[in-house]
């Protein structure tokens, strides 16, 4: 992302905060006037996303870290061309710059996992069943004792 566009996303982050406020709760209001949407079915998805997002990147410099430093050291070696024994990762300690189509393939490959995966889908099922507030089956009942507990104590 270039300075001009971090900048201007920076002297303007009330501004867009506002009109994506306002946009989401029209367009929202309009989908449940319309078509009778759930939008507490779509905020638990939404949501649920954003915490799949946020521990995908954690993951994803977990899991493209380690090879794109090994990368960038053979890269410096290879440029120094020094013998291995008297070449300095020194260059290393500075900031180093990460390829953009390296983030986005390993990315793709993180989204596309997550979308396949059996267990992404349970838990997506799980949030939404536990958000759910109409009549149905109940994935986690109660017990017999927390039952008899409860009833006890009212």
């Known amino acids: 992302m270039s300075l001009d566009a971090k900048m201007w996303i920076k002297e303007n982050s009330y501004k867009i905060i506002l009109i994506s406020l306002v946009f989401w709760t029209i367009a929202l209001k ?3 006037f319309i078509k009778k949407f759930n939008i507490l079915r779509f905020i638990v ?15 994803l410099v977990n899991f493209i870290g380690v090879p794109l430093a090994g990368l960038k050291s053979f ?12 070449f300095s990762m020194a260059s290393l300690s500075k900031k180093v710059e990460t390829p953009t189509l390296y983030l986005l393939i390993a990315g793709l490959i993180m989204v596309v996992t997550l979308i396949f995966s059996k267990k992404a889908r349970g838990v997506t ?30």
Not at 75 to 86: H, R, V
């Open 30 to 32: 309009l989908l449940d």
């Open 125 to 154: 099922k799980t949030q939404l069943d536990l958000a759910r507030q109409d009549e149905g089956q109940e994935r986690f009942g109660s017990s017999l004792l927390s039952r008899s507990l409860v009833r006890s104590t009212i």
């Open 45 to 59: 998805i939404v949501g649920t996303f954003a915490l799949a997002m946020a521990f995908a990147g954690n993951d």
């Open 75 to 86: 890269e410096l070696f290879n440029a120094s061309g020094q013998l291995d024994t008297a």
